[in-house]
């Protein structure tokens, strides 16, 4: 099993809202579907979701992040409510809380409506002193950038604090300026995040290559590039590793990235060597993957899934 460690999330917050129902006919007023809802949910999304994810796999977690004075932030407080998150919501009342609204028709996604703003909010960069005190208390931090703002106003303050420290950073990117991770211990992007930084790759030789090329320009110990079904790939100094995706019945792929960061990080914290933890993070994401929404895998579901 894994050992209980103290992380810290840091990243865009938002709520995911689900709407599940019927379609049975079309809309008189427009060539659209009709759906008669029948359930409704809410989950926590985005750097809520990783904070959610290390909870259930058994870390005591401290979660930071920015929303406004709204319902959405409402919902996600009570959503946190409860568990072994300690939750330091940073509030300004000029911003929405970023929500996601997914209409779906059985097991079908028929829309997905966001309200959100691009945060140009200083309250992140006030917050600063606060937050270095907050890594002090803890084994590790995890940044959950998703490009709203939050994260690139302080990431570079957070990580050279933590490596003074004497902590690890794991980073979920966003954007087309990778160099606000650069010393991060692991920087985690998708196949799609990093072709904006490198541009596509005509075949594996030269990804390989580029992969190599971006975690040097980082100065990042560990360089893992997400890719979906073909799985992904590990650069560590002077060597890659490929993992293949576990092939599994896809059913809602909504925060399989979150769940790969959580895993790996808290592997990675409590001890596994990186080739343990990537291994353990790709069979929890086939997990994750089989559930409807961001879907959390503790420990027990996860060490049966390898046992079978």
Not at 21 to 46: H, L, M, N, Q, Y
Not at 91 to 117: C, G, M, P
């Amino acid at each position: 099993m894994i050992k209980r460690k103290k992380i810290l999330v840091i990243g865009d917050l938002m709520l995911d809202r689900y709407w599940m129902g019927r379609v049975d006919r079309i809309s008189p007023e427009a060539p659209v579907p009709v759906v008669d809802i029948d359930t409704s949910f809410d989950k926590p999304g985005g750097a809520a979701n990783v904070a959610q994810n290390l909870s259930v796999f058994g870390m005591d977690v401290m979660l930071v992040g920015l929303v406004g004075d709204d319902e959405a932030s409402d919902s996600l407080n009570s959503l946190l409510t409860g568990s072994n998150i300690v939750y330091h919501p940073i509030i300004d009342n000029s911003i929405r809380t970023t929500l996601k609204l997914r209409v779906i028709d059985r097991n079908q996604q028929l829309v997905r409506i966001d309200h959100e703003d691009k945060y140009a909010s200083k309250m992140m960069g006030k917050s600063l002193p606060e937050i270095k005190n907050y890594l002090e208390e803890c084994d590790g931090v995890i940044i959950s950038d998703y490009d709203k703002g939050v994260v690139k106003p302080i990431i570079k303050k957070v990580i050279a604090h933590a490596n003074k420290i004497g902590i690890r950073t794991f980073v979920d990117p966003k954007g087309d300026d990778f160099t606000y991770y650069k010393n991060a211990t692991l920087v985690k992007p998708n196949l799609s995040e990093f072709e904006i930084i490198m541009n596509r790759s005509s075949s594996k030789k030269e990804f390989l290559s580029k992969g190599e090329r971006l975690r040097k320009k980082l100065n990042t110990d560990h360089l893992l590039i997400t890719t979906g079904k073909d799985g992904m790939t590990l650069f560590s100094d002077k060597k890659n590793i490929s993992y293949n995706t576990i092939k599994q019945d896809v059913f809602d792929v909504t925060g399989a990235g979150d769940t790969v960061i959580s895993i790996l990080s808290a592997c990675m914290i409590s001890g596994k060597t990186i080739s343990q933890s990537v291994k353990l993070s790709n069979v929890a994401a086939s997990l994750s993957v089989q559930k409807l929404g961001s879907t959390s895998v503790g420990q027990s579901e996860l060490f049966d899934a390898i046992k079978d």
